[in-house]
Structures are given as structure tokens and as C-alpha cells.
């Protein structure tokens, strides 16, 4: 990708990012992400930058200081959402298995919580693994085989020894959040390692505590996923938002955010992969 501005430069980031983020989406959805964005705020990002999977571009408007290069997805309707937060110089409807760029196009490639939710996922990270340069670096957050397992209804039916139905409840959670991979951290290397990359770190994240919590926020969610159906965004008075979040705070703490990453049997997944 010759005449790239700025080819090599690493990018600057932004802070509060769980106070941000609530801004513009709902409590559970901000917490999550305000924890990756933790995650990778302490990577380095080189570009160009490619982001697979970018949706509507809350993500990257959040973590990053600065546009990035490029963001792809399917969804017409997330981009046209993504062109007015303006967190990218370019946009490209395409599936990740068929981006229309040459190989070795970028320095850096991050998806966040995005290949979970992919069917065939060997192409797209045969994919990625040809858009990367020699030593860029690809960055990907997931669900383990721990974050069903952590949501409220699975965990009420394993308390009362309900095994075989919190089971089931669980291959029906997965399927209702389309979670075609849901792997623990030798499962997610494996698959990587497979598809020709060398795993550089693994970090583990969402703490049972916090997954649960976020598992119990959903359904109060639904209204914002209303106004997200109708007007192609979460809320529609975003300076209201860290006033109507504040009794979340006293049931959080800031404490138990930070506790929640870098954790055994975490409900996340952090991986930062290299080509082989």
C-alpha cells in the first residue's frame, strides 16, 4: 500500500474509556468494551491499520486519538453509521474473507469480538495473515469457553445442580449471540497456530464477576437496542448518559475493571498473534 500518510507511525490513544463509551451505548456493551480498549491501549499500533469487522465505528472512535486507515464490514447500514463518527480514512463493504487489497498491506490488523461470529473462519484468517506485513502484528479479542458459563441463567442452574439444563441453556445462548467459537486459551492457539500465525501473548480477561454483571444488564439494554433499530444509533442524548449510569458505578468499582483483566478462567480472551 505504497503512499500510505504517515506509513509507520504508531498511533496515540484516548482515556476513560468505560465514561466514553457509555455515551454512545448501553452499560453492558461499555463495559466489555471499555475493557479491551484497556487491552489494547497498551499495544502498539503501527500503520496502516486495518480493523475486520469495525461495525459502526464506536470502537475505534472510542480507543483511538486519531482516524485509522482502514475498517471493513458486510453491514451497509454499520458503515454508513461509521462514516459519521468518522474514526476512519477509508470504509470498504466487503466479508473478511475477501478484502480488496494487495497482500502485505498492513503494518497492524486488530477484530475485536468479531471472528466469534464468523461460521467459516479459516478463510478470514487466511486473509489477514496475507494483508499483514512480515512483522505487523494482529491483535484479536474473543469469548472463551468460559463467558455461557458466566451469565446468569447458566450460573442459577448450576447453583440449584441443574447441570443438563444450564447445558442446554447454553448451546442456546451461544446460538441466539451467533457464537460459532467459543474456545479456552488452547483451543484459540491451536486454531491460530493452524492458520500460520505464531502466538506472541495471551491474556485473559472478564472476570466472573463482571461477566455475570453484564449478562444481568442485558435485557435492561432493550430500549437502546430500539432506538439503535430505528435511528442506526444506541441513544439519542448521549450527555445523559454517565448521569443515568451512576448507580452501576457504586455496584463496579474501578477496582474490580482492573481486577478483570489478566485473569485464570477469564470469559475473554486477548491474543496477539504474528505471521509464521
Known sequence: MPGIVGRGKTMRFKDNFFYNYVKVAPIPLALERSLECD??????FARPILDIGCGEGIFARVLFDEKIDVGIDPNARELKRAREL???????ECF???IPKPSDSYNTIFSNSVLEHISDIEPVLKEARRLLCGNGNFYVTLPTDMFDRYGIVSRMLMGVGMENASERFRRFYNGFWKHYHYYDAAGWRDLFEKSGFTVVEVKEYGSRKICTIDDFLTPFSI???LVKKVFNRWTLFPPMRPVLTFPFRVVVSQKDIEEAIGI???GLIFLHLKRR
Not at 487491552?39 to 502498539?44: A, E, F, G, Q, R
Not at 468518522?86 to 470498504?92: C, F, W
Open 39 to 44: 487491552i489494547l491501549s497498551k499495544k502498539t
Open 86 to 92: 468518522d474514526a476512519y480514512d477509508e470504509l470498504i
Open 96 to 98: 473478511g474473507d475477501k
Open 223 to 225: 430500549p437502546s437496542l
Open 264 to 266: 485464570e478462567k477469564g
